[in-house]
């Protein structure tokens, strides 16, 4: 059985590059969930990079707090429960912390699937 977003997708895509696209936007909804009530004000942008058994969680912050690091603590521990018994279950989760504003210019997250960008 095919899976239901396939429709949206390019129907010229390999099966690999449909992979990647079904894999970024399962992770990406995952974090979302994860990261939940847990957005704060000084949590300026979010990224979500899809690695080979590895997803990084991409922070952009206006100053780091303890506040907001126990914060991007709690969305990847929320992350990791929430993967566990699927298909991402083995994959590690590392945190990227970049300390102003979530630009393409500084922000290497921004080159990601963008979760989050506060206005500012």
């Known amino acids: 059985m ?13 099966d690999e590059e449909e992979g990647a696209l079904l894999r970024r936007n399962y992770l990406l909804l995952m974090t979302g969930q994860a990261a939940l009530g ?21 922070a952009a912050i206006r100053k780091e707090t303890p506040e907001v690091l126990e914060d991007l603590d709690d969305i990847a521990g929320d992350l990791d429960g929430f993967l566990q018994g699927g298909p991402e ?7 990227r912390v970049h300390i102003g504003p979530p630009d393409a210019t500084t922000w290497p997250g921004f080159a990601y699937a963008l979760l989050y960008i506060a206005k500012l």
């Open 2 to 14: 095919a899976h239901p977003a396939q429709q949206y997708y390019n129907p010229d895509l390999t």
């Open 38 to 58: 847990l957005i704060g004000p000084d949590l300026l942008g979010l990224a979500v990079e899809p690695r080979q058994g590895e997803v990084v969680i991409h």
């Open 89 to 95: 279950a083995r994959s590690a989760i590392t945190r």
